[in-house]
C-alpha cells in the first residue's frame, strides 16, 4: 500500500514538473511583469489638448490605459487572447528562442521588430527642443533655462517649455530615451559584439552606454539628483530597467525564470555602481571606469562559476549519503 502511494506521488509531481517546464516554454522571453504593468506609466509632459482627450464613449483612465500600453511594444500585454496578431508574433519569438541556429536569429529579428523607439512618445516640436537644450546643459544644468535656450535655437516660442510640467526632469528624461536608442542601434547594427564571450559584451555595452555621458559628466551628479526625486523616480527605474534589459539580451540572455530577474538586478548593480565610480574618476579618458567594469564583470562571473562548482559538489556529495543510507535502511529491513 505503501509502495503505490508512492508510486502515484512521483507520478504526481513529474505531471506538475512537466507543466512547469511546458509553462515556462510558452513564457520564453517573456518580459518582467514589473515592466509588464509599466512603472511610472503616466504621461511624462502635456502635449496637445487631442493627445491626452478620451474619445467619445471611453473613460480617461481606459484612454490613458490604452495610451501607455500599445500594441507593438516590448512591454506590450495584449488582453484579447490568443487570437490577436501580437500573441501570435509573441508565441513564434516564444518558440523560435527555445532553438538555436537560424530559428534564434529569427527570433532575435522578431524581438528587435516588436520593440518601440524609446523616442516615439515625443511630438516633433518637442524632441527639436530637447535635443537643442542639451548643448546648453554643461553651461546652464538641467534646468528650464537651458529648455528655453533650446527652444530659441530651434525658432520655436520659449513657451514651449510649458507643455513640459516637470521641466528639468523631462529633459534627464528625454537623454536618457535618447541614449537608450542609440545603444539600440548600436547593437542591432554591430557586428563587432557577436565576436565577443557574454562577459566582453556586458562590459563593452556597458561601456558604450556611459561614454555617452562623458559630455554632460560635469552635470551628471545633478541628473542622479533629478532622478532621485520621488516625483520622477518611477519614469526613472522604468527606464533604467529597459537599459539594463537591454544590456542582458545583448549579451544573449533568453532566461524566463527566476534568473530573468537575478540577471538584470546583478546588471543592473554593475551599471549604477560604475555610474557613480565615473563621476569620481579622473584618469586619462576614464581608464579606471573601464578597468572597473571590466572587474566587476569578471567578479560576477568567477562567482556564477563558483557557485556553479559548489552546486555540483553539492549533488555529488547528496548522491554519496543518499546510497549510503538507502544501504543501511535496505540492510535494516532484511535483518
Not at 512603472?39 to 478620451?54: C, E, K, L, M, N
Not at 517649455?161 to 542609440?182: H, N, T
Not at 565610480?277 to 564583470?297: G, I, K, Q
Amino acid at each position: 500500500m505503501y509502495r503505490a502511494a508512492a508510486k502515484a506521488a512521483a507520478a504526481t509531481a513529474a505531471l506538475l514538473r512537466g507543466a512547469g517546464d511546458a509553462a515556462i516554454r510558452r513564457n520564453a522571453r517573456v518580459p518582467s511583469p514589473l515592466l509588464r504593468a509599466g512603472i511610472g506609466g503616466r504621461p511624462r509632459f502635456s502635449t496637445s489638448v487631442d493627445a491626452h482627450q478620451s474619445p467619445p464613449g471611453q473613460s480617461p483612465n481606459e484612454h490613458q490605459s490604452h495610451q501607455h500600453a500599445r500594441p507593438g511594444t516590448r512591454y506590450y500585454v495584449d488582453s484579447t487572447g490568443p487570437s490577436s496578431s501580437s500573441a501570435a508574433e509573441a508565441a513564434a519569438a516564444s518558440a523560435s528562442s527555445s532553438s538555436s541556429g537560424p530559428a534564434s536569429s529569427a527570433a532575435e529579428e522578431a524581438r528587435r521588430r516588436q520593440r518601440s523607439s524609446p523616442l516615439g512618445d515625443y511630438r516633433e516640436e518637442q524632441r527639436r527642443v530637447l535635443q537643442a537644450s542639451l548643448r546648453h546643459v554643461k553651461t546652464l544644468g538641467w534646468s528650464e533655462a537651458a529648455m528655453i535656450a533650446g527652444a530659441r535655437d530651434v525658432g520655436l516660442s520659449p513657451s514651449i517649455v510649458g507643455s513640459f510640467p516637470r521641466k528639468g526632469a523631462a529633459l534627464v528624461e528625454y537623454f536618457m530615451d535618447d541614449c537608450l536608442q542609440r545603444l539600440i542601434d548600436c547593437i542591432d547594427s554591430g557586428d563587432e559584439l557577436n565576436r565577443l564571450i557574454p562577459s566582453e559584451r556586458i562590459s563593452k555595452v556597458i561601456r558604450i552606454r556611459l561614454e555617452m555621458q562623458i559630455p554632460y559628466i560635469s552635470k551628471w551628479a545633478e541628473a542622479l539628483a533629478i532622478q532621485a526625486q520621488p516625483l520622477n523616480a518611477p519614469t526613472s527605474l522604468k527606464q533604467r530597467a529597459m537599459l539594463v534589459d537591454e544590456i542582458c539580451h545583448a549579451a544573449g540572455d533568453d532566461s524566463s525564470d527566476i534568473d530573468w530577474y537575478v540577471k538584470r538586478t546583478v546588471v543592473g548593480g554593475i551599471y549604477s555602481t560604475s555610474e557613480v565610480y565615473m563621476l569620481t574618476d579622473s584618469s586619462p579618458e576614464f581608464r579606471d571606469t573601464w578597468a572597473f567594469v571590466d572587474n566587476r564583470v569578471k567578479d560576477v562571473f568567477d562567482l556564477k562559476k563558483s557557485f556553479r562548482e559548489v552546486t555540483h559538489l553539492a549533488e555529488a556529495v547528496g548522491a554519496g549519503v543518499g546510497s549510503s543510507l538507502q544501504g543501511f535502511v535496505r540492510g535494516v529491513m532484511q535483518r
